[in-house]
């Protein structure tokens, strides 16, 4: 749920010029996604938005200091960093990590939008990836590999 929010908010901030957290969850209420001042001011530190003059007020965008949230930079780390191995079977892609590092790859992969992946399943050292077919998984699966440099058969 949090991914989808997150990304609800990057939509909203980019299409309306949002200058409240509160106008920030109305908007959220509008797309059916209902949550707390709390949670809103979390993601708002998490995405790193800042307010920015706009001309008539301030809007919230995403701070030039740190750039766009881009998760699929923090996938890349992930995999370039603590990938060992990845492979594939059937409809399945198997990513190994150094131990107790299953966790954060799954919840970079959990977090990215790949086509034809149904889900992933992590544990210590190692993301179980569910794809929709055999094709799919070996396209991921030869990604992954010029990303972390790193397969088995």
Request: charged share 25%; aromatic share 6%; net charge negative.
């Amino acid at each position: 749920m949090e991914n989808k929010r997150q990304k609800a908010i990057l939509e909203i901030i980019n299409t309306y010029a949002i200058e409240t957290q509160d106008e920030l969850i109305e908007k959220l209420a509008e797309c059916g996604i209902a949550c707390a001042q709390a949670t809103v001011s979390r993601d708002i530190k998490r995405l790193h938005l800042v307010k920015e003059p706009n001309g008539s007020g301030y809007r919230y965008v995403v701070s030039a200091q740190h750039g766009s949230f881009d998760v699929a930079e923090r996938l890349q780390k992930v995999l370039q960093e603590y990938g060992t191995d990845v492979d594939y079977s059937s409809n399945l892609v198997v990513f190994k990590t150094i131990p107790g590092l299953g966790a954060a790859a799954g919840a970079a992969f959990d977090s990215m939008e790949v086509e034809q992946m149904v889900g992933c399943v992590s544990g210590d050292d190692t993301v179980a990836i569910i794809m929709r077919d055999e094709v799919s998984a070996r396209d991921f699966c030869k990604e992954l590999s010029k990303i972390c440099g790193k397969r088995k058969g």
